[in-house]
Nanobody, 114 residues
């Protein structure tokens, strides 16, 4: 059984930065495309970043501001978020990509507010 544990969220002012981590256990992530998703209150969960063996991709709203990376040796996926906006406020999750196939973790809350 794969377990995903997200961390690194918090409250930040607009324009600030946060770095999220997602540690996986129970299975190696090295063979998988991995992604970060987010869900804002009252909205559907959306994929914001994806990382493959060939590179990374982002949804338009975060391009140029977010960077996804991975460390297969540590079985961890990261999301560096810069120039944060209030509309980035959401619970953030990692999972396989382009579609989630593992059980969701508890997520980590990101709140962007002045």
């Amino acid at each position: 059984q794969v377990q995903l544990v997200e961390s690194g969220g918090g409250v930040v002012q607009p324009g600030g930065s946060l770095g999220l981590s997602c540690a996986a256990s129970g299975r190696s992530i090295s063979a998988y495309v991995m992604a970060w998703y987010r869900q804002a209150p009252g909205k559907q969960r959306e994929r914001v970043a994806i990382i493959t063996s060939n590179g990374a991709g982002y949804t338009d709203s975060v391009k140029g501001r977010f960077t996804i990376s991975r460390d297969n040796a540590k079985n961890t996926v990261y999301l560096q978020m810069n120039s944060l906006k209030p509309e980035d406020t959401a619970a953030y999750y990692c999972n396989t990509g382009p579609y989630a196939t593992w059980n969701w973790g508890q997520g980590t809350q990101v709140t962007v507010s002045s």
